[in-house]
Nanobody
Framework: QVQLVESGGGLVQAGGSLRVSCAASGIIFSIYTMAWYRQAPGKQRELVAAITSGGNTNYADSVKDRFTISRDNAKKTVALQMNSLKPEDTAVYYC?????????WGQGTQVTVSS
């Protein structure tokens, strides 16, 4: 059974930092591209950051130079370090795993940035 379990969300003031993590089980983690998506109320889910099995990363323009995605294949975890947070970063953050045609989602963790 595949599970992606997020943790680390919460409430933070604008300008602050937060780190969300995702622990995976039931997949060969090292071969998957891992990503973080987010969905704000009334908006579509959007890609925030992704990291390939080889460690290549890409970011949404809105979070470049503020967010950093990283992975630990030994621990089967992927993390998103979020700095200089803005109220517009408020959303539910979802962990995403993909390989070939296989796609898995976590249940999401709420991140709220107060102004």
């Amino acid at each position: 059974q595949v599970q992606l379990v997020e943790s680390g969300g919460g409430l933070v003031q604008a300008g602050g930092s937060l780190r969300v993590s995702c622990a995976a089980s039931g997949i060969i983690f090292s071969i998957y591209t891992m990503a973080w998506y987010r969905q704000a109320p009334g908006k579509q889910r959007e890609l925030v950051a992704a990291i390939t099995s080889g460690g290549n990363t890409n970011y949404a323009d809105s979070v470049k130079d503020r967010f950093t995605i990283s992975r630990d294949n030994a621990k089967k975890t992927v993390a998103l370090q979020m700095n200089s947070l803005k109220p517009e970063d408020t959303a539910v953050y979802y962990c995403h795993a993909s390989w070939n045609t296989l796609i898995y989602w976590g249940q999401g963790t709420q991140v709220t940035v107060s102004s």
